[in-house]
């Protein structure tokens, strides 16, 4: 296995491959005609935009935000700190956030309704992974690609403390990957 500290493999890379060149596909005809400001939020979802803006047959703007969802560790909390916003104005524009995973929802359903004051002509959100089972918020992804059971994933720019994103897979984490955190120090 090519890391030590990796149980299994979730979703392969050819997989992921596979299903992001399908959602481009949707999204190209979706989008038919217009032009996408695409914003990628760091850093979980480097990895898949790359991977799927490659695909998308439309003209593309992009831009990133890095919001912190005060927590550690697994869990994210409730309120969102945005640590690098967009450059730009989104009034009157096609926004497609995209994301890593959307687990509880609460970092989404906050950013949206931060982009939304901002006038944008619409704002759909596209992530590679979804965990319904663990939503707290109402929340659904506009494009998703796979829904995944409550298991912390970690590879495709998934981490567990920042460590994992560069993984081809997305993988199921060994438990003692989490418990040997405090030896690392
Ligand atoms: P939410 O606000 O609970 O939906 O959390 C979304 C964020 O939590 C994602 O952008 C990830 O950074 C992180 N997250 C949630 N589940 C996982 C996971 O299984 N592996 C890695 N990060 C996760
Ligand atoms: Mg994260």
């Known amino acids: 296995m090519m890391n030590k500290d990796i149980d299994r493999?979730?979703?392969?890379?050819?997989?992921?491959?596979?299903?992001?060149?399908?959602?481009?596909?949707?999204?190209?005809?979706?989008?038919?005609?217009?032009?996408?400001?695409?914003?990628?939020?760091?850093?979980?979802?480097?990895?898949?935009?790359?991977?799927?803006?490659?695909n998308i047959e439309l003209d593309l703007m992009f831009d990133f935000m890095y919001v912190s969802s005060y927590g550690t560790g697994t869990e994210s909390s409730g309120e969102v700190k945005i640590v690098k916003d967009i450059n730009q104005s989104i009034k009157g524009k096609n926004v497609l956030i995209i994301e890593d995973i959307i687990d509880t929802g609460r970092t989404l359903t906050n950013l949206k309704q931060i982009l939304s004051t901002r006038n944008p002509k619409s704002i759909k959100i596209c992530s590679l992974l979804d965990k319904p089972s663990r939503r707290v918020v109402d929340l659904e992804g506009d494009y998703v690609g796979f829904t995944i059971p409550d298991e912390f994933v970690v590879g495709f720019g998934?981490?567990?403390?920042?460590?994992?994103?560069n993984l081809?897979?997305?993988?199921?984490?060994?438990?003692?990957?989490?418990?040997?955190?405090?030896?690392d120090k």
């Open 9 to 54: 493999i979730l979703i392969s890379n050819s997989e992921i491959e596979k299903k992001t060149k399908e959602i481009a596909k949707q999204i190209t005809n979706d989008y038919k005609g217009e032009e996408v400001l695409v914003v990628g939020i760091l850093r979980g979802s480097v990895l898949f935009f790359a991977e799927l803006v490659k």
């Open 168 to 183: 081809p897979h997305v993988c199921v984490l060994k438990e003692s990957a989490f418990k040997n955190e405090e030896d």
């Open 158 to 165: 998934l981490d567990y403390n920042e460590r994992y994103r």
